[in-house]
């Protein structure tokens, strides 16, 4: 039996302790949990420092991979909110009386143990054990060799909250950053209920792949936005730039522009505030003629094959022209991931049409990707945003991180 063997097993028998738990301790942990990480925000940044110390800046992971106080203020105001929501457990979502007398009940319990593995993105190690703490699970985080530091920091920052809550801490467990742990927590189907893997597409199918645990896919996105023939321009124009320029590490920015080819000379005008963020275009053969000696020369590509269907996480974005849109719905049909797709459109029957026939988790119309998340859709944070369509689809927060059992009450009932 190895270390990690050790690991799993107090893990799992943690479950119990935190059933036990009420929903006002927990809630208490979470209010004090709060507090501690604006308390310890030197400490974490200091540790934070260190991994970005080894990151090139120009690496699309390094925004990823920063905090600053102002996040972590952000993270504590999240964690907060989450302490102040109604708990997912025990509510009751079916109850009937069969006729012979029986009660029968379904209600929301806990998935026990679940696994994380996730890049760059030491947020998350907030993020996921209170969710986790508020849902009833265990959980166990595989985080990157990138965030060492900082997520020791921030799992070293929860534990002392646990433990002055006389709080099992094996509740919470930061497996060490190496590629075997990951294959042993991937393995270990008698501890681990729910493996959810956050990051790249790569990361994503080598989780799917090799994962004897059930999976939950989060993470890749490969985001469009569709400017339609009917479309707003000013609308456009500012949230074309929101969508690709707000944050350009995160899942919900914006990778590719399509748009309709009665249009084309409106593209300058529509990216026009991308050239001040140096965004760098890589247009079709159509869209780069039009843009041609009206977007900064230094900035503008002529796209490829690989343009399209690309995570650039970084300022990039693809341009593609199309005839209308069924060639756009069939567009981010062959290069989409399922995270998020937007249409930018006055036409009711398009906008219909769009939000009707894209197969993404989450569909838009007039508005940028970047709302693609738990906070912004009042679930107060996110563990991560699903791309598939078992159990969970989109932004995934508390009810999500619960399953469900039936409960059969009787009277010394038996069945002929």
């Not at 849109?325 to 290069?335: G, K, S």
């Not at 119309?365 to 689809?393: C, M, P, V, W, Y």
Request: hydrophobic residues 40%; charged residues 25%; glycine residues 8%.
């Amino acid at each position: 039996m190895t270390g990690v063997d050790n690991i799993l097993i107090k893990a799992s028998a943690a479950r119990r302790s935190l059933n036990r738990l009420d929903a006002e301790t927990i809630d208490r942990i979470l209010l004090r949990l709060s507090e501690e990480a604006v308390n310890r925000i030197d400490y974490i940044l200091a540790e934070n420092a260190r991994d970005l110390a080894l990151m090139e800046k120009t690496n699309p992971l390094y925004d990823r991979l920063m905090l600053t106080e102002e996040r972590i203020q952000a993270i504590a105001s999240d964690i907060r909110k989450v302490a102040g929501m109604k708990s997912p457990l025990g509510r009751i979502l079916s109850e009937y009386v069969r006729p012979d007398g029986l009660k029968i009940s379904r209600i929301s319990v806990p998935f026990g143990v679940v696994g994380i593995i996730y890049e760059a993105r030491p947020n998350v190690t907030f993020d996921v054990f209170t969710l986790c703490i508020k849902s009833g699970n265990v959980c166990i985080l595989k985080g990157g060799s990138d965030a060492s530091c900082s997520n020791r920091a921030i799992a070293g920052v929860i534990k002392d909250v646990l433990v002055e809550f006389n709080v099992n801490p094996g509740v919470l467990t930061l497996l060490p950053p190496g590629r075997a742990e990951t294959t042993m927590l991937l393995k270990a189907r008698q501890y681990v209920d729910l493996i959810i893997p956050r990051g790249s597409r790569s990361l994503i199918d080598y989780v799917r792949d090799n994962s004897a645990i059930p999976v939950i896919e989060t993470g890749a996105g490969i985001c469009h936005t569709y400017f339609d023939e009917y479309g707003d321009t000013e609308k456009g124009r500012t949230i074309i730039h929101n969508a690709k320029t707000r944050r350009v590490s995160v899942c919900n920015a914006l990778d590719c522009l399509i748009i309709h080819e009665k249009r084309l000379t409106d593209l300058p005008h529509l990216i026009g505030l991308c050239a001040g963020k140096a965004v760098e275009v890589y247009a079709d053969e159509r869209a780069f003629e039009s843009l041609k000696g009206k977007y900064p020369e230094g900035l503008l590509r002529k796209a490829d094959e690989d343009s399209f269907g690309t995570e650039f996480l970084s300022y990039k974005m693809a341009v593609k022209t199309v005839s209308g849109i069924d060639e756009a719905i069939e567009h981010i049909e062959r290069y989409g991931s399922r995270h998020s797709e937007a249409i930018i459109s006055e036409d009711s029957e398009h906008t219909g049409l769009f939000l009707k026939h894209v197969d993404a988790s989450s569909v838009y119309s007039n508005a940028s990707t970047a709302f693609t998340d738990g906070g912004e859709f009042g679930l107060g944070a996110e563990i991560g945003i699903s791309t598939q369509k078992l159990h969970a689809r989109g932004p995934m927060a508390l009810a999500e991180l619960t399953t469900y059992k039936w409960i059969i009450e009787g009277e010394g009932h038996i069945r002929e």
